[in-house]
């Protein structure tokens, strides 16, 4: 089922996903922060540390970052709606 829109967008802001981009081997669980119509603020330690690894140095004075990702960097995503909500569609 595709989903879009700026509704299903804002639906996902403070749900915990899990993503799998183009630029890791593997997916990345975390919570979304904010989205808008080109991506979504990602709040994710284990995608975090990850690009501390990539960056070196660049990263270390940053104690909490937030990751924005275009949703176009994505391979997929997974969240989950109410069992009610998913009954219906």
């Known amino acids: 089922m595709a989903q ?3 509704d299903f967008k804002a639906k996902l802001v403070s749900k915990t996903v899990i993503v799998k981009l183009s630029l890791f081997s593997r ?3 975390g919570t979304v ?4 119509d ?3 603020c990602f ?3 284990a995608m975090a540390s990850a690009l501390r690894e990539v960056t070196g140095s660049a990263m270390k004075d940053m104690d909490a970052p937030i990751v924005y990702l ?3 960097m994505l391979e997929w995503m997974v969240f989950s ?3 009610a909500a ?3 569609a």
């Open 33 to 36: 922060t904010a989205t808008d």
């Open 4 to 6: 879009s829109g700026p």
């Open 43 to 45: 709040d994710s330690d």
């Open 38 to 40: 080109i991506g979504f």
């Open 86 to 88: 998913s009954a219906s």
């Open 81 to 83: 709606e109410a069992k």
């Open 70 to 72: 275009p949703f176009a």
């Open 27 to 29: 997916a990345f669980s």
